[in-house]
């Protein structure tokens, strides 16, 4: 047993990561295909079988050398039917059988958690956690997810929607909309694409100038990155944007961490590839809001894990329920 293998699956609306990992955690192999969401999504778990199975055909390995296939989705799972509650970027009905259709699809036990959810547990297990097992991650990409892990599970919520960090409301009254249907949510303003629409506002003043203003007059547009780099050499107005996400992000983290004083918080997603100067930010944010006890045990640690961060925490699903 000990020398099977694990397949983690990390589901995307355009493209699909698959990995091959050791019980302890290394990855074998990891690769991308395509997510086919046309045709109502119907060929979505059998794309992702076929190719399991070529690989596994590659190593000259049969299907018996898998444990089982654990994968994350983006949008609420059930976790125990696997169901996935909101389909939107997929082609599925609402409701939809994944566990079902890729256990029909692949001949193998899966089990499928949100992945966001994934990326917290691949951070637990081999990432900025280093263990720890009171942990929240917050996922800063295109939108904001959040992982709460306590004493070494997912806190699932009655609805498979707990953690979702994202939309916590920041802004309460008058805030930009967000793809939630709410307003004034931390997606809205802590997000790449929230950031850039911070630093527009911020550039659609009378006299903005600098290099970020600049940047945008050149380039006609500008991303989450321009306004981080812009910050690092010290540009005011980009200055301005990092403070304004710093202090919603850090003011939200700081009462998360009041509520379930983890032993981490891990910054993850593209955003935070800004590294040291979003960290101290929102550092010096949270130890503003958090009270004592929790401002000198709860750390925060930008993730080490990257874009596998979410196959190896689909991954430890299966290493978990064969450890049990
Ligand atoms: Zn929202």
């Excluded at 994202?166 to 802590?190: D, M, R, W």
């Amino acid at each position: 047993m000990a020398k099977r293998w694990i397949a983690g699956v990390d589901l995307g609306g355009t493209a699909t990561k698959i990995a091959f990992m050791t019980m302890d955690g290394k990855i074998i192999d990891k690769w991308e295909i395509a997510t086919d969401n046309s045709n109502e999504g119907k060929n979505i778990t059998a794309n992702i079988g076929n190719s399991i199975a070529e690989k596994l055909k590659a190593f000259g390995q049969t299907k018996e050398q898998l444990a089982g296939i654990g994968m994350g989705a983006p949008g609420p799972v059930h976790y125990e039917t696997g169901i996935m509650l909101n389909t939107v970027n997929l082609g599925w009905e609402n409701n939809f059988p994944l566990k079902d259709s890729l256990e029909a699809a692949t001949s193998l036990p899966a089990l499928i958690e949100n992945d966001a959810n994934c990326a917290a547990l691949g951070e637990m297990w081999k990432g900025a956690g280093d263990g720890a097992k009171d942990l929240v991650c917050v996922t800063l990409g295109t939108g904001v997810g959040g992982g709460v892990i306590a004493n070494g599970n997912i806190v699932q919520g009655i609805n498979g929607a707990a953690g979702e960090i994202g939309h916590i409301t920041v802004i309460p009254s008058g805030g930009a909309p967000c793809n939630c249907g709410k307003t004034g949510c931390l997606e809205t303003v802590a997000s790449a694409t929230g950031i850039v629409r911070l630093a527009k506002e911020a550039l659609s003043k009378p006299k903005s100038a600098g290099e970020l203003a600049e940047k945008y007059t050149t380039n006609g547009s500008i991303t989450a990155k321009d306004v981080f780099d812009c910050a690092r050499n010290g540009d005011p107005l980009a200055n301005q944007v990092l403070n304004e996400v710093a202090f919603h992000l850090g003011f939200t983290l700081a009462n998360i961490a009041n509520t379930l004083n983890p032993e981490k918080i891990v910054l993850s997603g593209g955003v935070s590839k800004a590294g040291g100067i979003l960290l101290n930010a929102v550092k010096q944010q949270f130890e503003r809001f958090t009270f004592s006890s929790v401002r000198d045990s709860t750390e925060l640690a930008l993730a080490t894990l990257g874009n596998d961060a979410g196959v190896i925490g689909a991954a430890w699903l299966i290493k978990n329920k064969f450890e049990r």
